[in-house]
């Protein structure tokens, strides 16, 4: 059974960072694209960046572009999200998720971490 658990989200202010973190287990890891989403009160879930099985092909949104890296270290099982120059637009509840190749689905999701960014 594939488990995502993220971790890292809290409180910061505007122009700050946050490192949040996706934890896997049940997976082979290096199978799995994993990505990033949000989803802000009142508004639907968005797509923030996705990282492939070897990392050699990240994608971000356009929001974030310049501002957010993704990396991941396969031998941790864990993908990470750096945050830098954070706005408060950028508040929200962010979850990985993992699809399988070849298909990449995303069926597992983990449970969320709330990031608040104020002004």
């Known amino acids: 059974q594939v488990q995502l658990v993220e971790s890292g989200g809290g409180l910061v202010q505007a122009g700050g960072s946050l490192r949040l973190s996706c934890a896997a287990s049940g997976l082979t890891f290096s199978n799995y694209l994993i990505g990033w989403f949000r989803q802000a009160p009142g508004k639907e879930r968005e797509f923030v960046s996705a990282?492939?099985?070897?990392?050699?092909?990240?994608s971000y949104a356009d929001s974030v572009k310049g501002r957010f890296t993704i990396s991941r270290d396969n031998a941790k099982n864990t993908v990470y999200l750096q945050m830098n120059s954070l706005k408060p637009d950028d508040t929200a509840v962010y979850y990985c998720?993992?699809?399988?190749?070849?298909?990449?689905?995303?069926?597992?999701w983990g449970q969320g971490t709330q990031v608040t960014v104020s002004s």
């Open positions: 990282i492939t099985s070897y990392g050699n092909t990240p």
């Open positions: 998720a993992a699809a399988e190749r070849p298909l990449y689905i995303y069926n597992s």
